[in-house]
């Protein structure tokens, strides 16, 4: 079946660092959507991505569609303390669009 | 308030146990599911309804029977509860449409003893 993976695990970086995470998937995607669940909260809804080589931004998050629509990522520049938690990748494949396969997510820590 | 909500928030119990989880939703959307969040924080599809029809069955012990009496609600019992169903289970509801974002509920955390 399909696998979402993502990179890496986990994270710690001082406030003001760049943060990167890495989506990868099995299967060509029809879409991926981006979620953050804070410490003890639920997955929260950020930005989705469907065509090819897209690129969107909301304010210090950059996210990125791969051209070939199997690969994706998050971009924090200068993280801020409120920037903590899990962010998920999630994706719908070519062949299953009602079913959302979320990624292994990546666990980021912010210190000052 | 618009939301997804769960109850109860905890839940523990010993195993053997049968147990429910009631989800209700007052977005207006179509599709529901249930998604388990493991110590590791994967989050695992387990299902989907689709207007009260089941349209993702992933493989998930036959002890989990969701019921959905209507559009608006999810409920899931499970029967029989093991050590191995701890975990943090949560439902969110769309609109079917492939580019439609999830709404979660705020989560049960079950522990099973």
């Known amino acids: 079946g399909q696998q979402v993976m993502q990179i890496p695990q986990y994270q710690h970086v001082q406030e003001g660092e760049d943060f990167t995470t890495y989506c990868n998937s099995s299967?060509?995607?029809?879409?991926i959507q981006w979620y953050k669940q804070r410490p003890g909260g639920h997955p929260v809804f950020l930005i989705q991505?469907?065509?090819?080589?897209e690129v969107k931004k909301q304010k210090r998050l950059t996210f990125q569609f791969g051209e070939a629509k199997k690969n994706s990522s998050l971009h924090i520049t200068a993280t801020q303390t409120t920037d903590v938690g899990t962010y998920f990748c999630?994706?719908?494949?070519?062949?299953?669009?009602?079913?959302?396969?979320f990624g292994t997510g990546t666990r980021l820590q912010v210190t000052l | 308030d618009t939301a997804v909500s769960q109850t109860p928030k905890y839940l523990v119990t010993q195993m053997g146990n049968d147990k429910s989880i009631k989800c209700e939703q007052n977005?207006?959307?179509?599709?529901m599911y249930w998604y388990k969040q493991d110590s590791k924080k994967f989050l695992k599809i387990m299902f989907s309804y689709n207007n009260k029809e089941l349209i993702i069955n992933e493989t998930v012990p036959n002890r989990f029977s969701p019921k959905s009496p209507d559009k608006a609600h999810l409920n899931l019992h499970i029967n029989s509860l093991e050590l191995g169903d701890s975990a943090v289970y949560f439902c969110a509801s769309s609109q079917l449409q492939y580019n439609s974002p999830l709404h979660f509920g705020n989560g049960t955390r079950l522990t099973v003893t």
């Open positions: 999630a994706g719908r494949d070519t062949g299953t669009a009602s079913k959302l396969t």
């Open positions: 299967t060509t995607l029809s879409n």
């Open positions: 977005l207006g959307h179509d599709t």
């Open positions: 991505l469907v065509k090819s080589g």
